[in-house]
């Protein structure tokens, strides 16, 4: 029995069953539909016609070219402001962390839209300027290269989390004796920091590397109209041109996209086996090197990237969005809202498409926030071993790129439920099925941590004076990780608000969502709409993100991840 439930009988006897139905339906269950699926098919030799499709090859090269190159410009960038931001005496690390954040909490379509916008002979903005290439130019981002460079972009700042987690718990004092010793900032920043921040630099990689071979929206916006298909974008171009075959095509191609993920992370702890980066002394405080003369300079490139990668590709979307059509000049004349008001107000598809996604995501931030509430509540009660276990459940729906999640669910509910015989596919339903499937540990994450932190004298104290569990979650607890909820809701509402790549193989007419009508105004020619919601998405990340900056100081550590 769990360690939690037997401390005075004091939990109700439905918490760990209700738990493990929870885990089981949204994890274990489509995903394991999934597999069934798969091998079903191998096994009746249905992978036979697809292995001999030069298309699943040229797929999987691109896939792993793109996401290998865009790992190391991930690498690149996320480690280079990782580095400069955590040990050296740069100014305004906040506010340069938190525009670094940016990409990653953009949909992965705005940012395509976005440099579309920015390169080749149709730019609004180079128009504007006077620097547009001359018509008929090709679009240099139509290309593996382009691919690549934006899935690097995109996931940069995972690489920065992860090794400025590393980098702030690096031995203060072991540094400080080497200084002492008479050793340079270079020579410390070889020898010692570089060697221990290893384990920060691999999971970094293999995290960007992972969510590059999953990404959906960037190979869409770049690779479709040049031919270039990655994995992901296949299983879209097969489901779209559906056959009796179709079923057992994706499930294997959703498997093969798994296990390049599985690779990616085994290959991270190849990297790492064997060595022992076990840390002794002081931590807890960055190790700052002054830079001296070189501040400035620093500054200066930090900025320009941040200017190259964020700002100047968002200038050409506002100004694509204000544009009259795509390619136009923009100019105090030509200059309109028509786009806004077309999205917002005439626009049914945009307007269904808001009315989806704010609800989608409101119900999943709050239905979650019902179930990681109790869900927190028995992995902070229980062992190491029973927690670690609900914890990976959780996880492996969200760590899996979002078209695997997307196909499991499709083999899921294709046919009418047991016992109900009501069929949810094609509705709202299956599409808020997927998100509590993908964002639960999202919501779990910070909500579990805070109650960690709680003493559990506290409630220790509640139930010897008599209050029942309900009670003591109304009265003491629910009240002390209120902040971390107000995290988890946030944090969950504008993940699933801007979701394209789960939605992309579920949507149905009626059901489409901002990143689907993003993706399908571009795709029909439309870019100025798209551009027009694509500033309105961003500008909504925006606010999501200061509110979560107005809670930091009240959060668990890690909910906010530009924070220390």
């Known amino acids: 029995m769990p360690r939690f439930l037997t401390l005075g009988n004091s939990q109700p006897r439905w918490l760990f069953p209700f738990v493990l139905t929870v885990l089981f339906l949204l994890s274990v269950l489509p995903l394991g539909r999934l597999a069934v699926t798969g091998i079903l098919s191998l096994v009746r030799g249905g992978g036979d016609g697809l292995l001999s499709d030069p298309g699943l090859w040229a797929a999987l090269w691109n896939t792993l070219t793109t996401s290998f190159y865009g790992m190391l410009v991930s690498v690149l960038i996320g480690g280079s402001f990782a580095l400069l931001l955590t040990l050296f005496d740069i100014r305004g690390k906040w506010i340069l962390g938190f525009l670094f954040m940016l990409p990653m909490m953009i949909p992965p379509q705005v940012t395509a839209l976005s440099w579309v916008g920015l390169t080749g002979p149709s730019s609004t903005l180079l128009k504007a300027i006077g620097m547009a290439p001359p018509l008929g130019s090709p679009q240099p981002l139509y290309s593996i290269g382009g691919i690549a460079l934006l899935l690097g972009v995109q996931n940069a700042p995972l690489v920065y989390l992860a090794l400025r987690a590393g980098l702030l718990a690096l031995p203060r004092d072991g540094i400080e004796a080497a200084r002492l010793s008479g050793a340079s900032a270079l020579q410390v920043l070889r ?295 107000g995290a988890a809701v946030i944090l969950v509402f504008l993940i699933a608000c801007n979701e394209l790549t789960v939605s992309a193989l579920l949507w149905s007419a009626g059901t489409q969502t901002l990143g689907v009508a993003i993706y399908n105004l571009d795709d029909s020619g439309s870019f100025n709409l798209a551009s027009a919601l694509s500033v309105l998405v961003v500008g909504m990340v925006v606010v999501m993100m200061f509110l979560l900056e107005l809670l930091a100081n009240r959060l668990p550590k890690g909910v906010v991840p530009w924070r220390s």
């Open 191 to 485: 020898d010692i920091i570089l060697p221990l921040a290893l384990p920060g630099f691999a999971a970094g990689a293999a995290m960007a590397f992972v969510s590059n071979v999953g990404n959906f929206g960037i190979p869409a916006i770049l690779g479709i109209p040049a031919s270039i298909y990655t994995l992901p974008t296949l299983i879209y171009a097969k489901f779209a041109s559906f056959g009796p075959s179709t079923f057992a095509d994706i499930s294997l191609l959703s498997g093969l996209i798994a296990l390049l993920s599985v690779a990616g992370l085994l290959i991270e702890e190849r990297v790492l086996r064997g060595r022992d980066y076990r840390i002794i002394g002081l931590s807890g405080r960055t190790a700052v090197f002054q830079l001296k003369g070189w501040r400035a300079v620093s500054e200066i490139l930090l900025w320009l990237v941040l200017l190259l990668i964020l700002i100047l590709p968002f200038a050409a979307l506002v100004a694509s969005s204000l544009a009259p059509a795509y390619g136009v000049p923009l100019n105090l004349k030509t200059a309109t809202t028509h786009a806004y008001e077309e999205v917002l107000l005439r626009q049914s598809v945009t307007q269904t498409a808001f009315r989806n996604s704010i609800g989608l995501s409101l119900a999943t931030a709050f239905g979650l926030l019902l179930v990681t509430v109790l869900m927190g509540y028995v992995v902070a009660r229980s062992g190491r071993r029973l927690a670690a276990l609900i914890g990976a459940l959780a996880d492996i729906p969200y760590a899996l790129p979002g078209i695997v999640l997307a196909v499991a669910c499709i083999l899921l509910f294709a046919a009418p439920l047991p016992v109900f015989g009501v069929s949810i596919y094609g509705t709202i339903w299956i599409l808020l099925f997927a998100y509590f499937s993908s964002f639960l540990a999202v919501s779990l994450r910070p909500i579990a941590s805070a109650f960690r932190q709680l003493d559990p004298s506290l409630e220790e104290a509640a139930r010897l004076a008599g209050a029942g569990f309900a009670r003591r979650m109304r009265d003491i607890l629910v009240p002390l990780i209120a902040p971390a909820a």
